[in-house]
């Protein structure tokens, strides 16, 4: 099992470019979940989903949007990149049995830096 | 919604000394907490989780971390460091906010050890 995969694992945008991150799980879990990380902060909660075809905001939602037409598929969309979205993106994924105790497993990250 | 906070974002041993690295929460409810570990330029893998089973819990590595509900409290301990811990530690716990697996991380602690 490769677990958690994202594509790509490096990018560089101009500010008001758009660029799609890819997550993609073999692990068949019901619940996936991005996270941006910066310094100081922790990871904070961009969107997240419960299940193929539903999603929800999180903590900081704002700039982004995100789908899950295939299960094992979770989308970051960034419409027009700002400096301030420069960060390092983590999926992760559950399996979602009960949602409290399911242990989240996580990609490798996508650092993305907006000039 | 409960809060999770690390308490020193940098904390450096000597190798073979005792790791104490520290996480409060607040919650009305009892929590679940979790501890991740990062190391440099990967994902988060998970180190240990409390789900209330058991106050004293073993997770790999060697780390170990105590449920101390009087004081709000789940720190993360080993008993002797090694080179190879060297990394960023997360406390998370559930968010409290129904059956969706969020979590709400600390702000990570950075630990180094020192030969």
């Known amino acids: 099992n490769a677990g958690v995969t994202q594509t790509p694992k490096f990018r560089v945008l101009k500010t008001g470019q758009s660029m799609t991150l890819l997550c993609a799980q073999d692990m068949n879990h019901e619940y996936m979940y991005w996270y941006r990380q910066d310094p100081g902060m922790g990871l904070r909660l961009i969107h997240y989903?419960?299940?193929?075809?539903?999603?929800a905001k999180g903590e900081v939602p704002d700039g982004y949007n995100v789908s899950r037409l295939k299960k094992q598929n979770f989308l970051l969309g960034l419409e027009s990149a700002a400096p301030s979205q420069t960060s390092v993106y983590f999926c992760?994924?559950?399996?979602?049995?009960?949602?409290?105790?399911?242990?989240?497993?996580f990609g490798p990250g996508t650092r993305l830096t907006v000039l | 919604a409960q809060s999770v906070t690390q308490l020193g974002s940098h904390v450096s041993v000597s190798e073979g000394a005792l790791v104490l690295l520290r996480c409060n929460y607040s919650?009305?409810?009892?929590?679940?907490l979790f501890w991740y570990v990062q190391y440099p330029n990967q994902g988060l893998q998970l180190l240990l989780k409390y789900t209330s089973a058991a106050t004293l819990v073993k997770g790999i590595n060697g780390f170990e971390a105590e449920f101390k509900k009087s004081e709000t409290s789940f720190h993360l301990t080993k008993p002797s460091a090694h080179m190879s811990d060297a990394a960023e530690y997360f406390c998370?716990?559930?968010?409290?906010?129904?059956?969706?697996?969020?979590?709400?991380f600390g702000q990570g602690t950075t630990l180094q050890v020192k030969p």
């Open positions: 989903s419960v299940g193929e075809g539903t999603t």
């Open positions: 998370a716990g559930d968010h409290g906010s129904g059956n969706t697996g969020k979590l709400i």
């Open positions: 992760a994924s559950s399996y979602g049995s009960g949602g409290y105790t399911d242990t989240q497993y």
């Open positions: 919650s009305s409810v009892p929590p679940y």
